[in-house]
């Protein structure tokens, strides 16, 4: 019953539930308008990230242009890209210049006993093919 006597006390007159009226209103207005402000203003922000990005990617590429105008950054990558030689030079290239550690190790010794491997190599065969096709990774040697 309490509510019932605090709810009958309430009196609006004509002017507040006109202004009442007004403020839903505007609030159903401006609540869409505002989501798509904040939409665009992402949007605004995408935009601009791509195009500083893409302000990069131009100031590298000219950076680039620029190194390709140089004759002597020519001479240098056509010598190494293209291992060219000016007339009377001796160039080495060296075929193995692995790190030690990465070599693979040496072979065991052969042995002089003959060991029995089973007769039936297909499933083995099979079952090789199947893992190695399956495989995410290659193993590593060693």
């Known amino acids: 019953m309490d509510v019932r006597e605090w709810a009958s006390g309430i009196r609006l007159s004509a002017f507040s539930v006109i202004m009442l009226s007004l403020v839903v209103l505007g609030a159903w207005v401006l609540v869409p308008t505002l989501g798509t402000f904040i939409d665009q203003r992402q949007k605004i922000a995408a935009l601009e990230q791509s195009v500083q990005v893409s302000e990069d990617e131009i100031a590298a590429l000219t950076a680039e242009r620029e190194r390709w105008e140089d004759p002597a950054y020519i001479t240098t990558q056509a010598r190494e890209r293209l291992y060219y030689v000016k007339p009377g030079e001796v160039v080495y290239l060296i075929d193995n210049d692995l790190d030690p550690s990465t070599l693979?190790?040496?072979?065991?010794?052969?042995?002089?006993?003959?060991?029995?491997?089973?007769?039936?190599?297909?499933?083995?065969?099979?079952?090789?093919?199947?893992?190695?096709?399956?495989?995410?990774?290659?193993?590593?040697?060693?």
Do not use: N
């Not at 060991?115 to 040697?141: F, I, N």
């Open 104 to 142: 693979p190790r040496e072979q065991d010794p052969v042995s002089d006993t003959l060991e029995e491997k089973p007769a039936d190599w297909m499933p083995q065969l099979l079952r090789t093919l199947v893992s190695a096709g399956l495989s995410d990774t290659a193993a590593a040697p060693g």
